[in-house]
C-alpha cells in the first residue's frame, strides 16, 4: 500500500494498533481501554488531517492505484453490463470502457475512463489516458443513447487526453471539442461523476 507524506503518523498509529490488538488476542490479554484511546487518537489525526489538505495532497489521493476503477463501480453498481467497443472508425481504445446496462431495472448507457490496477493492467488502459478513438467511441454511445432514450452516465478518472503523436495526427483536439459540442445538446440525460482525476479536457470532454 501506498502511503503519502501526510498520511506517515496515521499508519504508524494504525500499526501500532493492530500489534496491540494481536497480542491482546494472543497472551488473552485486556487491552481494550488502551486499543480504545489510540483509536480515538487516530481518528482524531484522520480527521484533522483530511481537513486541512493541500491541492498537491488532494491529487495524490486521487492517482493512488488501489483506489476503485471505473470497472469497480460499474460491477457493483450496475446489472447486466454489456460492453460495446470501438468507434468505427479507427479502432478501440481501452483506456475508455462503455456500454449498456440496468441500474435498478432501468436501462442505461455507462461511459467510463478506466485505468489499471497494476503496471501491466496500466500500459493496456494507457494509465487512463485516451486516445481520439476513445473519445469518438464515447461519443457513438451517447448517439445512441439518445436515440434508444438512455439516459448516460459517465465516470471520469484520467489525468488527460493522451498526448502522443499518433494521438495527434488522428485528431485529438477535434475529437474532444466535437464531444464537449455534442453533449451540450444532448437530448437525453446525463451524469458524470468524478472518480479520481479529472485532467484537462480529456475529462471535459467526458464531463
Known amino acids: 500500500m501506498v502511503t503519502l507524506p501526510f498520511e506517515k503518523n496515521m499508519y504508524e498509529l494504525k500499526s501500532k494498533i493492530d500489534e496491540l490488538k494481536n497480542l491482546a488476542k494472543d497472551q488473552n490479554m485486556d487491552l481494550d481501554k488502551e486499543i480504545r484511546q489510540m483509536e480515538i487518537k487516530l481518528y482524531n489525526m484522520q480527521k484533522e488531517a483530511y481537513k486541512n489538505l493541500t491541492a ?41 470502457v462503455g456500454g449498456i446496462a440496468e441500474f435498478n431495472g432501468i436501462p442505461v448507457t455507462v461511459i467510463a475512463q478506466q485505468k489499471g490496477n497494476n503496471t501491466k493492467e496500466n500500459i493496456k ?28 452516465i459517465c465516470f471520469v478518472d484520467t489525468p488527460g487526453a493522451y498526448c502522443g503523436l499518433g494521438a495527434e495526427e488522428r485528431g485529438q483536439g477535434e475529437a474532444i471539442a466535437r ?10 440525460p446525463i451524469i458524470s461523476i468524478v472518480i479520481g482525476e479529472g485532467g484537462s479536457g480529456g475529462a471535459l470532454a467526458m464531463a
Do not use: C
Open 56 to 96: 498537491w495532497d488532494k491529487v495524490s489521493i486521487a492517482r493512488l492505484v488501489e483506489r476503485p476503477t471505473a470497472l469497480d463501480y460499474i460491477n457493483k453498481i450496475f446489472d447486466s453490463f454489456i460492453e460495446l467497443h470501438g468507434d468505427r472508425y479507427y479502432g478501440d481504445d481501452a483506456s475508455i
Open 125 to 152: 488502459r494507457n494509465f487512463g489516458m485516451p486516445n481520439p478513438e476513445g473519445y469518438r467511441k464515447a461519443l457513438r454511445l451517447m448517439k445512441q443513447a439518445e436515440k434508444f432514450k438512455r439516459p448516460v
Open 179 to 188: 464531444n464537449l459540442m455534442y453533449m451540450s445538446t444532448l437530448k437525453t
